[in-house]
């Protein structure tokens, strides 16, 4: 099983859309959590921190479940310009290693 | 901050041959990390330093992979000999600290080998 775990997509959504996607991990030592976007052929960068009590940024919302073991993004008033594919990450309490998941790529349609 | 820079942004080479990629972290982080990307693996995390010492490599591939870092500003990741399946996109990033931190990513080396 894979440390991180995210669906591929893609998610096809209209512009205006509110769109989720969810992230699960496998390690229960699992210790910080965030979400970087990646646009096609660019380096990741970060959207956003997740803390345990949830955070918002604007139209983003992060959720982190610690007894199932995931966190979740929730895209609200999609744009075009949300297109993109959004990466899950980990670090494990121990160590410094921030573990990325395959990513979910996200298409905002007009 | 110019960010963290890397080179070659693109490298076209034949099997066997030596690959060397460079990265330069931003001033004053002290963790660099190396990633390796592909369309079936996602980012795996090749190997990462801390003020210049090796910490954790246990996502290098095998012994045709190395890396090191001599100085806080300059760190390589050397493939020889390569393979065709190590093609990919190698990311370079660099952290201030560790945990919590923001990863900041360089352009990425897109390898091609032949």
């Known amino acids: 099983r894979k440390e991180v775990e995210q669906d591929p997509g893609p998610f096809n959504v209209p512009e205006g859309a509110t769109v989720a996607f969810n992230c699960t991990y496998s390690?229960?030592?699992?210790?910080?959590f965030f979400w970087y976007r990646q646009d096609c052929r660019k380096e990741p960068k970060l959207l956003m921190s997740?803390?345990?009590s949830g955070n918002e940024d604007g139209r983003f919302t992060a959720q982190l479940n610690r007894a199932s073991q995931y966190i979740s993004l929730l895209i609200r008033d999609s744009k075009l310009s949300d297109s993109a594919t959004y990466l899950c990450?980990?670090?494990?309490?121990?160590?410094?290693?921030?573990?990325f998941g395959t990513g979910t790529r996200l298409k905002v349609l007009a | 901050d110019a960010g963290v820079i890397q080179s070659p942004r693109h490298e076209v080479t034949e099997m066997g041959q030596e690959v060397t990629l460079r990265c330069k972290p931003i001033?004053?982080?002290?963790?660099l990390f190396w990633y390796r990307q592909t369309m079936m693996r996602g980012l795996e995390l090749l190997i990462y330093?801390?003020?210049?010492?090796?910490?954790?490599d246990s996502g290098m591939p095998e012994d045709r992979f190395s890396a090191k870092m001599p100085n806080a500003s300059f760190s390589t990741l050397k493939i020889q000999p390569s393979e065709p399946r190590d093609s990919a996109v190698y990311f370079c990033?660099?952290?201030?600290?560790?945990?919590?931190?923001?990863?900041?990513f360089g352009s990425g080396t897109q390898l091609s080998v032949l």
């Open positions: 990033a660099s952290s201030l600290t560790a945990f919590n931190e923001k990863l900041f």
């Open positions: 330093f801390n003020n210049n010492v090796p910490i954790d």
């Open positions: 990450v980990v670090t494990t309490s121990g160590t410094y290693k921030y573990i």
């Open positions: 001033s004053g982080h002290d963790y």
């Open positions: 390690n229960s030592a699992s210790q910080s």
């Open positions: 997740v803390y345990s």
